[in-house]
């Protein structure tokens, strides 16, 4: 299935950062299909969250061989470039963003990218992937 076909470029995406180690990222392009509503990363599963043609919502879950920082992110149809990079540990992955690019992050985001986690932390894109800048 291409839920399937999706977590596997994924996983093999966080193998190979994780193998490299902290701060190595890849940038991997995915074509997301019609109904996909989400994409939620804990521990070592992905699940993906889609409406079929009843409009009911189902979930699939893959497991990786990796732990990956907890997020979820939502997705339209279509290409994305996704961010996949080593935080050590685990590794996270994020749709990419503009260079320089400020964003607020909430208590999810910023407990899996800020070391020690934050309630609330001031992100920003470096490489087309969020960081948590250190604290000063």
């Known amino acids: 299935?291409?839920?399937k076909y999706l977590a596997g470029e994924i996983v093999k995406a966080a193998n190979d950062v994780y193998a490299f180690g902290q701060?190595?990222?890849k940038k991997i392009k995915l074509s997301f299909p019609e109904g996909l509503q989400s994409v939620t990363l804990d521990k070592q599963e992905i699940m993906f969250r889609y409406k079929d043609?009843?409009?009911?919502?189902?979930?699939?879950?893959?497991?990786?061989?990796?732990?990956?920082a907890s997020t979820t992110f939502p997705v339209s149809p279509g290409q994305k470039e996704l961010v996949v990079r080593s935080l050590?540990?685990?590794?996270?992955?994020t749709?990419?963003?503009?260079?320089?690019?400020p964003k607020q992050g909430d208590a999810q985001t910023?407990?899996?990218l800020c070391s020690p986690p934050k309630d609330t932390c001031a992100l920003k894109c470096v490489?087309?992937?969020w960081t948590c800048p250190p604290a000063a």
């Open 1 to 3: 299935t291409k839920t």
């Open 23 to 25: 701060d190595s990222q």
């Open 53 to 68: 043609s009843k409009g009911k919502i189902n979930e699939i879950v893959e497991v990786a061989d990796v732990e990956f």
């Open 88 to 93: 050590g540990t685990r590794v996270a992955v």
């Open 95 to 101: 749709i990419a963003c503009n260079s320089g690019e």
């Open 110 to 112: 910023c407990g899996a």
């Open 127 to 129: 490489n087309k992937a």
